[in-house]
């Protein structure tokens, strides 16, 4: 998925910089779940844009998904897959937890557990394992998540797009791997039963 060329606009203006370091989220935060929680967490994992605030949710629940869509956030797509069970293969599964801050409507997406305990002191909901890494999956044709951080606005910003990465690098923002998938199958028109099952 490249929707690099969709936003730079919007960084070109200033327009989304400025929305993410205002954190002008509060209009959708009664659509985030409380909690997350999943009996399969085999399938795709979705990406929405809120076009007020400028901020990405990324979702494995089908049902939080839509309820976003209704909501007026856009649907940008598949970003990649998760799978916690590889047939055949026995390996260490990576959680990846996704925790919200209630005064900015922000969102962030981290497997290091010492992070979600310093978040968590801070004001941070923990919302759960929302996903699971790749990283150890020897079977597994993986694809980064790149995690950039604002140091101006302490925003952060996730892609698995290199182009999207690199010019975000150039306006200041900093670099780092968040974790990893595996590359997207084409879910979209399947029939496909995976979701998340969400509590409020």
């Known amino acids: 998925m490249n929707i690099y060329t969709s936003h730079q606009k919007l960084f070109n203006n200033g327009f989304l910089f400025g929305a993410l370091l205002l954190g002008l989220a ?9 909690k997350a929680v ?13 076009p007020n605030s400028g901020e990405h949710v990324y979702t494995m629940g089908l049902t939080e998904k839509n309820n ?42 981290t497997k290091n557990t010492y992070e979600v305990s310093s978040l968590r002191t801070k004001g ?7 996903f699971y890494d790749s990283s150890n999956c020897p079977m597994a044709s ?4 790149y995690r950039l951080y604002n140091p101006n606005s302490g925003q952060h910003f996730f892609t698995n797009d290199f182009n999207e990465s690199n010019y975000l690098m150039n306006l200041g923002w900093n670099y780092g791997e968040a974790f990893k998938f595996n590359y997207p199958y084409q879910w979209e028109g399947k029939n496909n039963s995976t979701d998340v099952i969400l509590k409020s």
């Open 26 to 34: 509060f209009s959708f935060k009664e659509a985030t779940p409380a």
């Open 38 to 50: 999943t009996a399969n967490f085999n399938g795709p994992v979705y990406r929405l844009y809120n």
């Open 68 to 109: 976003l869509v209704h909501l007026g956030w856009g649907y940008e797509g598949v970003l990649a897959d998760s799978y916690y069970n590889y047939p055949g293969v026995n390996y260490t599964k990576i959680p990846v937890y996704r925790l919200y801050n209630s005064q900015s409507g922000q969102h962030l997406y």
């Open 124 to 130: 941070w909901s923990n919302e759960g394992i929302v």
């Open 142 to 145: 993986t694809t980064p998540v």
